[in-house]
T-cell receptor, first 116, second 114 residues
Framework: AQTVTQSQPEMSVQEAETVTLSCTYDTSESDYYLFWYKQPPSRQMILVIRQEAYKQQNATENRFSVNFQKAAKSFSLKISDSQLGDAAMYFCAYRSAGGSQGNLIFGKGTKLSVKP | DTGVSQDPRHKITKRGQNVTFRCDPISEHNRLYWYRQTLGQGPEFLTYFQNEAQLEKSRLLSDRFSAERPKGSFSTLEIQRTEQGDSAMYLC????????????FGNGTRLTVT
């Protein structure tokens, strides 16, 4: 079974600085998708960024980028120019490609605080 | 796009009672998912539908839990004979077909069993 591990329960960053959130996963599959989701306090979960495993190029979305290391099964999220609104729980998630499996497997999350 | 809506937002019930939650997905999404999230944890998968067909169920979904999506639109999640351990946030999400399609989540229903 696939697993997702986020080893940093909490992280803190100064406003305008850069922070990297770690995620590792375990799978025997070669084709899959990886996601980072953001869950602000008492608000709904929203997609931050997505990566297809067959693409070597790292995904980027404005201030958010990933460092995808397939061999190492690592998928870290970098947030540049951190803003107060970035404070939230961040969840890394894995999903198999193909077949009937629709299950999105989440890590336990990293709570990010942004200091003004 | 009005987003995924869930009703109610909060539900307090006594142990042993039955509860039902409703989820209205984004209209063009044919996949609908239910997740459970407890404090300090990531969401745990419960079940998902493609149109009206329930394609996958987690082992977490005991026989006290039942989910339906009768016309391939809205879905209901019923918990019978609730237990204190059922207290959690129940999240609904929807997506287009395709494994790479991102899930769009609702605000969740927070269940408290006393």
């Amino acid at each position: 079974a696939q697993t997702v591990t986020q080893s940093q329960p909490e992280m803190s960053v100064q406003e305008a600085e850069t922070v990297t959130l770690s995620c590792t996963y375990d799978t025997s599959e070669s084709d899959y998708y990886l996601f980072w989701y953001k869950q602000p306090p008492s608000r709904q979960m929203i997609l931050v960024i997505r990566q297809e495993a067959y693409k070597q190029q790292n995904a980027t979305e404005n201030r958010f980028s990933v460092n995808f290391q397939k061999a190492a099964k690592s998928f870290s999220l970098k947030i540049s120019d951190s803003q107060l609104g970035d404070a939230a729980m961040y969840f890394c998630a894995y999903r198999s490609a193909g077949g009937s499996q629709g299950n999105l497997i989440f890590g336990k999350g990293t709570k990010l605080s942004v200091k003004p | 796009d009005t987003g995924v809506s869930q009703d109610p937002r909060h539900k307090i019930t006594k142990r042993g009672q039955n509860v039902t939650f409703r989820c209205d997905p984004i209209s063009e999404h044919n996949r609908l998912y239910w997740y459970r999230q407890t404090l300090g944890q990531g969401p745990e998968f419960l079940t998902y539908f493609q149109n009206e067909a329930q394609l996958e169920k987690s082992r977490l979904l005991s026989d006290r839990f039942s989910a339906e999506r009768p016309k391939g639109s809205f879905s209901t999640l019923e918990i019978q004979r609730t237990e204190q351990g059922d207290s959690a946030m129940y999240l609904c999400a929807s997506s287009l077909s395709g494994d790479g399609s991102p899930l769009h989540f609702g605000n969740g229903t927070r269940l408290t069993v006393t």
